[in-house]
Nanobody, 124 residues
Framework: QVQLVESGGGLVQVGGSLRLSCAAS????????MGWFRQAPGKEREFVGA????????SYADSVKGRFTISRDNAKNTVYLQMNSLKPEDTAVYYC?????????????????WGQGTQVTVSS
């Protein structure tokens, strides 16, 4: 079992930045593929970014590419999402997810564990 706890969400103005963190329990964090997803009211949960177990391979949704950066610190069992140049359409609850394989995935269905989510609100 893996427990995930997100933090770092909040209210920010358009063009601002936020850094989300996701702390994971367990001793084999480096073996997990990690992802960030988001869900806006009335919409389905959507892929934001993913990072493989080693941290060497990353994937981003087109809507955030060039603005968001995903990273991980396996020594701290933590994955991060640095969000820059935020837009109102980035407003959503952001979820951290882990899958019991080190490979990256964009699919909600391929993740085994989820955090409780953290709200990000971008005001114009």
């Amino acid at each position: 079992q893996v427990q995930l706890v997100e933090s770092g969400g909040g209210l920010v103005q358009v063009g601002g930045s936020l850094r989300l963190s996701c702390a994971a329990s367990g001793r084999t964090f480096s073996r997990y593929g990690m992802g960030w997803f988001r869900q806006a009211p009335g919409k389905e949960r959507e892929f934001v970014g993913a990072i493989c177990g080693s941290g060497g391979s990353k994937s981003y949704a087109d809507s955030v590419k060039g603005r968001f950066t995903i990273s991980r610190d396996n020594a701290k069992n933590t994955v991060y999402l640095q969000m820059n140049s935020l837009k109102p359409e980035d407003t959503a609850v952001y979820y951290c997810a882990a899958r019991e394989r080190p490979y990256c995935s964009r699919s909600v269905l391929e993740y085994d564990y989820w955090g409780q989510g953290t709200q990000v609100t971008v005001s114009s």
